[in-house]
């Protein structure tokens, strides 16, 4: 059963397509991921799915209800909350702020220390410098802030764009435990990834997007021996 | 010489303190909608001007007093802040237009919008009717006041803890620092920040307002340019305080009002206006961030 269904979506900026009528399914419970080269559309996809980006065309249908043309903030009360490329994270506000900031929408003070408990059982780190501000923080730390504060908003499904990027190889391998850890915890997740061959070792299912467009699809495991996907993700080892 | 200057200090201190609290408040407004919406919108003095001619007509025409002048004029001056955005800015959000092109559009709509003004009022100086508040003197231990610098005094404290508290404890606070911070990141928590953006534009043209009627009672002297001369002012104040920051433009304000009232008390009524950009020339150069400001947190 598909939690997201996309069907037809084009995005682009100013006079280009950067994704060209791309169809695109996650399954509940499922991590899907999406790799490709640099400029394929990764980013774009996941920017048009959480509504920074307004669709062009197509439908993108999440639990049945269409979010393409929504706007971001109605895409997140539905319950797709993306982990933006870079982090985003508030720099000068507190880490507890931050926190905060991932349960925005809920009221329930009760169901923010919840959740705020769960996330700093998690990241452990993160719970020793609440009150230091995210900016100061480490990459991989600013990663793992931004990942705990999606979860701050208990997502129906994870939208994580690039969580590897520019992170030292210690981090890297952390965050994909985490990807993981959430796998088995039954959550939904879109991953992009430019790390294809980490990226396909946690995944069910993967397409390569090139150029705006799917160009293969399939389970992570038929992908990753794709003798074309190993050539030009994989590198040939 | 020096017993003359400190029998008249306490008096000089209170006149400065008056004069501060309305650059402080037309200073926050503008700081906070360049903080949270990231634009120079340099319509800002005219909310002060529209203010202040409100006030005048509405208690010309209407005969209402100070305590109902004062927010009538700056609920109003709120809602043209709110509509003026609309119309001029937020097509340029949409598009993600370059910071420059918003300050080019505001200020050919500031243009637009005092000739506009000129042509309607002429230029002459207008003065609110003496019933709109009494002017007797009250003496408070050797310190001379009347009612309107009080009115002045009080409504700013209110307004600026009002604002902070706001800012500081509730949810709509949390929501103004989240897009001061990261627009697009507040917008992925779940922020809607066009409705952040009329609230914000909202309340800065209130406060704009506020400034406008307060000013216009304490010198009774309103005239369409006067929001002009205040935004020169309100420049320094912000930028001596640290662009979008709230305590130091209040703080910023207050030193400014002080030292200007101090200058025209004990050396020349001529200079008194020097030095607000004495004062902001000197911080550019030690200290661009603004006197109380501090550079943003951000690694490499």
Known sequence: MSVLKVRGLTLGYNRTDAVKGIDLDVAEGAVVSLIGANGAGKTTTLRGLSGLLKARAGSVLFQGAEMAGQPAYKITRAGVIQVPEGRQVFANMTIEENLRMGAYLVQDKAEIARRRVGVLERFPRLGERLQQLAGLLSGGEQQMLAIGRALMADPKLLLLDEPSMGLAPLFIEEIFAIIRALKVEGRTILLVEQNAQAALEVSDHAYVLESGRIKLQGPATEIASNPEVIAAYLGAA | ?300
Do not use: C
């Open chain 2, 1 to 300: 010489m020096f017993a003359q200057i400190l029998q008249q200090l306490p008096q000089q201190l209170l006149n400065g303190l008056v004069l501060g609290s309305t650059y402080a408040l037309f200073a926050l407004g503008f700081t906070l909608m360049f903080g949270v919406l990231g634009v120079i919108n340099l319509t800002y003095g005219f909310y002060f001007t529209t203010a202040a001619f409100l006030a005048l007509y509405g208690s010309k025409l209407l005969a209402l007093p100070i305590w109902l002048a004062l927010p009538g004029a700056a609920l109003l001056a709120g809602l043209i802040a709110v509509l003026l955005d609309a119309i001029l800015l937020t097509p340029l959000r949409r598009k993600k237009a370059p910071e420059l092109s918003s300050l080019m559009v505001t200020l050919g709509a500031t243009l637009l919008l005092y000739s506009l003004m000129t042509a309607t009022f002429g230029t002459e100086i207008r003065r609110l009717p003496p019933a709109i508040i009494s002017h007797a003197a009250i003496m408070l231990g050797g310190v001379r006041m009347n009612l309107s610098q009080i009115l002045i005094v009080v409504t700013t404290v209110l307004i600026v803890a009002a604002l902070l508290a706001v800012i500081r404890f509730t949810r709509f606070g949390l929501s103004m620092r989240s897009m001061a911070e990261n627009g697009e990141a507040a917008e992925l928590m779940g922020v809607n920040t066009d409705a952040v953006v009329r609230l914000v534009s909202f309340i800065s043209g209130a406060l704009g307002g506020t400034a406008g009627v307060l000013i216009g009672l304490n010198f009774n002297a309103i005239q369409p340019y006067m929001g002009e001369t205040m935004m020169l002012k309100g420049f320094a104040v912000i930028i001596i305080g640290g662009l979008g920051d709230i305590k130091g433009a209040l703080i910023a304000g207050l030193v400014i009002g002080v030292l200007e009232v101090l200058t025209a008390g004990f050396i020349s009524s001529d200079i008194k206006d020097a030095v607000g950009f004495i004062l902001l020339v000197a911080t550019l150069w030690f200290r661009p961030v603004g006197l109380f400001g501090r550079a943003p947190a951000k690694r490499a």
